[in-house]
């Protein structure tokens, strides 16, 4: 179970912070994913941060001003948006999928995951 808060309502360079709050199984060995979906448009992956937290992976509109951590004791992640621009407005949304020794799946891949917060509202004005 993932609730996703910290959205709302931000001028355009500012920042914001997402938190992702997972309950049920140990937070630890699940890849940890942030996608979003702009009105009338597909859900985008985001970013990703592998269960260890050693590796992010970050997509090409995002890199430099997101940064996606975590804290496995805590079971919560979080996304740090910087330099937000009205394009990032959008649903966020956070996901999850066990992959505590590594797999194939891609992690920037919607269909990777298992698991899925009800998602959290970024409006950018300009």
């Known amino acids: 179970h993932l609730v996703e808060s910290g959205g709302g309502v931000v001028q355009a360079g500012g920042s914001l912070r997402l938190s992702c709050a997972a309950s049920g199984p140990p937070f630890s060995g699940y890849v940890l994913g942030w996608f979003r979906q702009a009105p009338g448009k597909e859900r985008e992956s985001v970013t990703a941060?592998?269960?260890?937290?050693?590796?992010?992976y970050y997509a090409d509109s995002v890199k430099g001003r997101f940064t996606i951590s975590r804290d496995n004791a805590k079971n919560t992640a979080w996304l740090q948006m910087n330099s937000l621009k009205p394009e990032d407005t959008a649903v966020y949304y956070c996901?999850?999928?066990?992959?505590?020794?590594?797999?194939?799946?891609?992690?920037?891949?919607?269909?990777?995951?298992?698991?899925w917060g009800q998602g959290t509202q970024v409006t950018v004005s300009s």
């Open positions: 941060i592998s269960w260890s937290g050693r590796r992010s």
């Open positions: 996901s999850a999928y066990n992959d505590p020794y590594g797999s194939a799946r891609d992690p920037l891949r919607e269909d990777s995951y298992d698991y």
